[in-house]
């Protein structure tokens, strides 16, 4: 995994956290995936949204008006995310998992490497890019079906066999509602946790920025990894803003866990 970053005395404290507590939970946001070439959505300069209108490309109103240029976007996403690889931030969640240290996982990224990474029990209140489903009738194919699909279609759409309607990804779209099963569990998770690692995440976005307040509600506490404010930050017990993989290197080395 390479050197790891000195330990703070912030780092300090929360591998003592961690190590004491009976549940702790993790809650990644699209900050964990960028050393993975992935960029984020809001960034200045950076940001997915500063280059597209979410509106226009990722909302589902867009995908039922326009299913083509819907996909002109999506089949561009599908090729970005095909080969990416998991950083050693999410390695570190695995392994912390591995020594039964980390309850859980809830992401709200769809990109599929903290599952590649080896996480086992995972939350992707968000949905995945692993899949596509047909709204019409139900029918689901996998990521690679439906990107061929894509290049087989003449307007880039990739379709249905059993219906002809075009796929959607099963991710959640601007307008969509957040999958029931899974934020059920990504509440009951951080509602019973003692300490909740929140990495990556500017936690601005509801229903999950919600979440922190359910295991502050039951007496747990907040720890905040991630570059950029949050509006937890003044209750969060320990805030560290380096970069990801650096914090969680330096984590794993307080803990005495190897990756």
């Known amino acids: 995994m390479g050197t790891p970053a000195k330990e703070s005395s912030a780092t300090a404290e929360l591998a003592r956290l961690i190590a004491g507590a009976d549940s702790v939970v993790a809650l990644t946001g699209a900050g964990i995936s960028v050393p993975s070439g992935i960029p984020d959505f809001r960034s200045p300069g950076t940001g997915l949204w500063e280059r597209v209108d979410p509106m226009e490309v990722a909302h589902i109103d867009a995908f039922e008006r326009d299913p083509e240029r819907f996909w002109s976007f999506y089949a561009q996403r599908f090729d970005a995310l095909a080969h990416k690889e998991p950083n050693d931030a999410h390695r570190a969640l695995a392994a912390l998992e591995r020594e039964g240290l980390l309850q859980a996982v809830v992401t709200q990224n769809v990109d599929e490497l903290h599952r590649k990474a080896g996480t086992r029990e995972l939350v992707e209140v968000h949905g995945s890019i692993a899949s596509c489903v047909c709204l019409r009738c139900g029918a689901q194919v996998s990521r690679e079906q439906a990107r061929s699909r894509v290049a ?108």
């Open 152 to 259: 087989a279609d003449p307007a880039g759409v990739p379709r249905c066999d059993a219906c002809d309607a075009p796929l959607k990804p099963q991710v959640v779209l601007f307008g969509e509602l957040l999958p029931e099963r899974a934020l059920t569990r990504a509440q009951e998770l951080c509602a019973r946790a003692d300490v909740l690692l929140c990495i990556g995440s500017s936690l601005e976005v509801y229903p999950v920025a919600g979440l922190p307040e359910l295991t502050l509600a039951r007496g747990g506490a907040l720890a905040i990894v991630t570059k950029g404010p949050t509006p937890f930050d003044g209750v969060a017990g320990i805030r560290l803003d380096g970069d990801v993989v650096e914090e969680l290197r330096a984590l794993l080395a307080a803990l005495g866990v190897s990756a």
